[in-house]
């Protein structure tokens, strides 16, 4: 596959999520981006934004098994990635895989389980596998999470912890939807009872393994110069100097916002990255890395207003 059946098969998985989804062109984009670049993405926002909806439409349009694990506060580790039980008929331990085989994950409001159970994921994210009695299962090359957050509901969750936040090679916070599409919104679910079903709405799967397999090789080979590169040092170093934060991001949050810059640059049928690339992606990338400082806290500014000078201050290269 070449760089122009990138563009046009991201064009495709496109067309088959807009018939579930309304707008959220920006969030598909980004989707786009952490799939071909096998990353994981964490959506925030408010409730009825359709955050559920996009994943679910998401996976089937690629044609990745999709597996959902809706988090709660009694959530245990092993009903996440399973345990062996013992099978008194054949005298031995069986196996029983929980939801995290599957490939594409949506774990759904991330924030309302502990970080012991939270944890349970670490591995999966870095390493695609799980580890069980001592035992390493491999997940699917094609593991990626899809995971959700309120962000104006705070009882009854819990604070990611940085090692996970880390793991995400987006934060998305989605916003609603402008008039004009939340008419159409109105007009096309107003008469439906319950929730919607991706495959009754016509979506349908244009990818699959083989066809990933071939774009993500495409896009691994998009042509980055020097210049480039050192721009995205530039950003990550410079989230460390910044007074407003106490912590900036990490050297995997520079590879991997190199690797979605190929990605986004494919996408718009380039087989190199410019700048933009990397300038856009920036922000989703960097802001669930930094911590904020006290003194910036206290003065009312934020994650993103501090990331964003970061993204200001230092120049692009031409």
Request: aromatic residues 6%; glycine residues 8%; negative net charge.
């Amino acid at each position: 596959m070449n760089i122009d059946g990138v563009r046009d098969l991201a064009g495709r998985i496109r067309a088959e999520v807009a018939k579930a989804v309304i707008g959220q062109d920006d969030t598909v984009q980004l989707l786009l981006c952490a799939l071909f670049s096998r990353g994981h993405v964490l959506l925030e926002g408010v409730p009825g934004v359709a955050k559920t909806l996009l994943a679910r439409a998401f996976a089937q349009a690629v044609g990745l098994g999709a597996g959902r694990i809706q988090f709660t506060p009694d959530l245990m580790p092993g009903d996440i990635i399973g345990s062996n039980l013992f099978d008194f008929r054949t005298n031995a331990f069986n196996l029983v895989k929980g939801p995290i085989f599957n490939e594409l994950i949506l774990a759904d409001e991330i924030n309302r389980t502990p970080p012991k159970t939270q944890a349970a994921l670490l591995e999966a994210m870095q390493e695609r596998s799980v580890t069980i009695d001592g035992t390493k299962h491999m997940l699917s090359p094609w593991f990626i999470v899809v995971a959700t957050q309120n962000p104006i509901e705070h009882q009854g969750t819990y604070v990611l912890p940085e090692a996970q936040l880390d793991r995400f090679l987006f934060k998305h916070v989605l916003d609603y939807p402008s008039e004009a599409e939340e008419i159409k919104i109105v007009l096309t679910y107003g008469a439906r009872p319950g929730s919607v079903d991706p495959a009754q709405m016509g979506v349908a799967a244009v990818a699959g393994h083989a066809v990933l397999d071939e774009a993500a090789a495409c896009v691994a080979s998009v042509k980055m110069t020097d210049e480039v590169l050192a721009y995205i040092v530039n950003l990550v170093r410079g989230t460390r100097i910044s007074a407003d934060l106490t912590t900036g991001a990490s050297p995997r949050a520079g590879a991997m916002l190199a690797s979605a810059a190929r990605a986004r640059a494919a996408l718009d049928g380039r087989d190199f990255a410019i700048p933009d690339d990397v300038k856009q992606l920036a922000m989703p990338a960097l802001r669930h890395r930094c911590v904020l400082s006290p003194g910036a806290e206290v003065e009312g500014r934020t994650a993103d207003q501090a990331v964003a000078s970061v993204i200001e201050r230092i120049e692009a290269p031409r």
